[in-house]
């Protein structure tokens, strides 16, 4: 229970149909925010929203501190990865890690045989296999089957999504009324839990690795210097703003590579950013054998993104061939593709060789 609107009906649904629930809440971060839109879930004030949440449903609540946990499995990752000049996505990371692993360890030692979040997701066993297969939302529009595509079979088996047969998330919060939830119309968290909204992801990173601030050049496709940038981790792939160099086309310039060895920042043309071949590493195989050889999909780079046609490829060099060029596929990021509502497989988008 995060002290969110999703988790906080998920339990209540759960007490509705005669299920034994109890209540937990990771204390993995504080911060000392105002506004709940950068609050983050799990932050002090979202713990004592789950806590209101549980009396009203008269469920027992624990609060379990993952400070130590999440800081090694999520937030270390979260600066690694943009030292070495990749863009992570730590709520995937979270749930890789900590509500899916750690998490659940607690769940069965309370004796609990599922886990139920507020994932806007579903699961199904396929009875002609006996496999369990993760399936996008019936509410498309808060779909989040995009970060949860890591799950394992033994994962799956233990989860229960609630939430991914409601039909939108309007629908939710009308039934977060109808029980008497105080945080009906809470609004949903729009940032990363553990950065502040005043300096941002990247005062964030200088203030715990103050080495990444480096002065460091700007250049071309071509190699051309341009002019000089306060420090490789402000920047994304596909990144326009901020890039304060001068064109020599007098086309925009966006971020077409980062190179933190050299401590570089490429820059170019929009149509730099456009591919077609988005090469995967670190896989996860749903409904797809990880032998596949061209297997028709739709598949998405990142979570605002609708899936688009394409061809999985597996084997050692596991890849997305997608039928349209598709923009800004970024190192760091996930990549998941689809066979109707089914997650077939996903994995890390990894640098072009």
Known sequence: MSGGVDSSVAAALMKRRGYDVIGLTMQIWQESQTDPRHAGCCSLGAV????RVARVLDIPHYVLNFKEEFRKAVIENFIDEYAAGRTPNPCVQCNKHVKFEILMEKMREFGCDKLVTGHYARIRRDHATGRFRLLRSRATEKDQSYVLY???????????L??????????????ARELGLHLADKPDSQEICFVSEAGGYNEFLQKNRPE????????DSEGNLLGEHDGITGFTIGQRRGVRVPSRTGKPLYVLDLKPAENTVVVGPAEGLMTKVVPLQEMYWGS????????RVDAKIRYNMDPVPAWL??????HLEFKESVR???PGQIAVAYR?????AGGTIRRMA
């Open 288 to 295: 797809v054998d990880d032998t596949c050889d061209r297997v």
């Open 48 to 51: 004592e929203d789950a806590r």
């Open 150 to 160: 890591m799950l394992d079979q033994a994962q799956l088996a233990s989860s229960w």
């Open 212 to 219: 990444l601030a480096r002065v460091g050049q700007v250049i």
């Open 328 to 330: 800004a596929a970024t």
């Open 313 to 318: 490829i597996g084997g050692p060099s596991p």
């Open 340 to 344: 109707g509502q089914s997650v077939a």
């Open 162 to 175: 609630p939430m991914g047969d409601m039909p939108s998330k309007a629908h939710a919060r009308e039934l």
